[in-house]
């Protein structure tokens, strides 16, 4: 839940993808497929807490956690809820506006979430005492990196690497975004974007949502234990592939 990219695509669609930085023992296995408020929902639940950090509807919608709003925080234990939780709480609300405006914050940890709403895309921050809400362009490349574990100058040396890709790539579909979610960086273990600090904190996945106008596609590629699994959900709720 440390890297977030969304590049759009051709025809309305997108691809997000989501390095998750965090304890090995965490690591879920398999995508999990669930009903959720009239909604079929993908998800990879955490092995801890029991919920996620990732999870798309067959409404349309997506969100995507990152920990961490601006900087790091001081953390205030205990919190009220998991913000995995809270990610599978939002598929309960009708439109994305009304989570944001009505979700009660209250003594949650701080946080980042991308949220994508039937063509509409939307970045949520609250930093324990307020919440700051922009909407985005979901025409435009969009990279984020979790503020609890890479400081403002990681984070836009991060931000370069990115741009640099960009260029370096004619065509940004899912082989060479991949590319840009394994290889990035300067051959530092500790700020690249696949991540290992001493193997306390290191990057246990890469999650990619690959949506288009009639399916939601999530690829788990499970870096613990190297394995692949995927899901996909027609807009109607129907799986349609699994393995």
Request: a negative charge; glycine letters at 6%; hydrophobic letters at 40%.
């Amino acid at each position: 839940m440390c890297t977030v990219t969304f590049i759009p695509q051709a025809d309305q669609g997108f691809i997000l993808s989501s390095n998750r930085d965090e304890q090995a023992d965490r690591s879920p296995q398999n995508i999990t497929i669930a009903d959720i408020a009239q909604q079929k929902l993908l998800f990879p639940r955490d092995a801890g807490a029991g919920g996620t950090w990732i999870a798309v509807s067959d409404q349309n919608k997506m969100l995507c956690l990152l920990n961490g709003a601006f900087e790091i925080h001081q953390r205030q234990l205990p919190y009220r809820l998991s913000r995995g939780v809270m990610v599978l709480d939002f598929f309960n609300y009708p439109e994305a506006k009304d989570f944001m405006a009505q979700y009660n914050l209250e003594n949650i940890e701080p946080f980042t979430l991308v949220i994508y709403d039937r063509g509409a895309l939307y970045e949520l921050r609250w930093d324990g005492i307020e919440r700051y809400i922009k909407v985005l362009d979901p025409q435009q490349i969009h990279i984020w990196s979790s503020a609890t574990l890479y400081s403002k100058e990681v984070r836009e040396k991060r931000e370069k690497w990115f741009a640099d890709w960009q260029q370096k790539n004619e065509h940004l579909d899912l082989t060479a975004i991949l590319d840009f979610h394994k290889n990035a960086g300067e051959g530092d273990p500790w700020n690249d974007v696949i991540m290992n600090r001493l193997g306390i904190v290191e990057t246990v996945s890469i999650t990619n949502v690959v949506g288009t106008a009639e399916a939601i596609q999530m690829l788990y590629h499970d870096l613990v234990n190297n394995k692949i699994k995927q899901e996909k959900i027609y807009l109607k709720g129907e799986v349609v592939e699994s393995n």
